[in-house]
C-alpha cells in the first residue's frame, strides 16, 4: 500500500496500523491520524472499512472530522473524483461532489453491513455449538485470577493491584466481585 501511494506521487507523512475494530471511533491509532492531520494532506485508507464499520451517522461523523482538518479521504477501489471536481465549476463541481460523496456513504454502509452480518453468522455459530454442547466460551486465566486475588487479600487497592498484575481496575473489580469472601476468624 505504501509503495502504491508513492508510485502515484504521494509523499507518506505517516502510517497508522490499528488493531481495534472499526466499528469502534475511540481507536488509538485512529485518534492519533486525526490529530496529525496537516490541510491538504489525503488519508489513504487500504479499505473503507480500515476507516470505518460504524453505523452510517457516526462513519459520516468520522468523515467529517478528517474533512475538518482541512484533509480528505481516499480509498483504492473506491472512484475518486476529488480531482476532477476540483477542476469543475458550477453545477458540474456540484455534481461530481455529490456523486463522490455518495460513493463513499455507499461503501461506508456496505462496510457496516458486511460488520453486521459477520457478527450476526458468528452468534448463529456460537448458539448451535452450545445446542450441541460444543461451546463453553472463553476459559478464565486462572494464573491471572490468583494473582488478582493474592495481591487484593493482601491488602492492595483495585488501582495498585491492576497496575502491578498488568490488568485493568475493571478486570480487577470483576474477578475480585467473583471471589467468595474469605472469612477470618
Known amino acids: ?110 462496510a457496516r453491513d458486511d460488520f453486521e452480518d459477520r457478527r450476526e453468522r458468528q452468534r448463529q455459530g456460537i448458539d448451535r455449538a452450545r445446542i450441541n454442547g460444543k461451546y463453553a466460551g472463553r476459559q478464565a486465566d486462572t494464573a491471572t485470577h490468583e494473582r488478582i486475588v493474592a495481591l487484593r487479600t493482601g491488602g492492595n487497592s483495585i488501582a495498585r493491584t491492576a497496575k502491578l498484575a498488568g490488568r485493568s481496575e475493571s478486570q480487577v473489580k470483576r474477578v475480585w466481585a467473583e471471589h467468595p469472601a474469605t472469612v477470618i476468624t
Do not use: H
Open 1 to 110: 500500500m505504501v509503495s502504491q501511494a508513492k508510485a502515484a506521487g504521494y509523499y507518506i507523512a505517516g502510517v497508522y496500523r490499528e488493531k481495534a475494530s472499526g466499528a469502534r471511533a475511540d481507536r488509538p491509532e485512529l485518534l492519533r491520524l486525526i490529530s496529525d492531520l496537516q490541510p491538504g494532506e489525503v488519508v489513504i485508507a487500504e479499505k473503507i472499512d480500515r476507516i470505518s464499520r460504524l453505523p452510517l451517522p457516526e462513519a459520516e461523523k468520522l468523515v467529517a472530522t478528517i474533512r475538518a482538518k482541512g484533509a480528505r479521504l481516499a480509498v483504492p477501489g473506491i472512484v475518486d473524483l476529488s480531482d476532477i471536481a476540483a477542476d469543475a465549476e458550477g453545477v458540474a463541481k456540484i455534481v461530481l461532489e455529490s456523486v463522490q460523496e455518495m460513493l463513499l456513504k455507499l461503501a461506508r454502509q456496505v
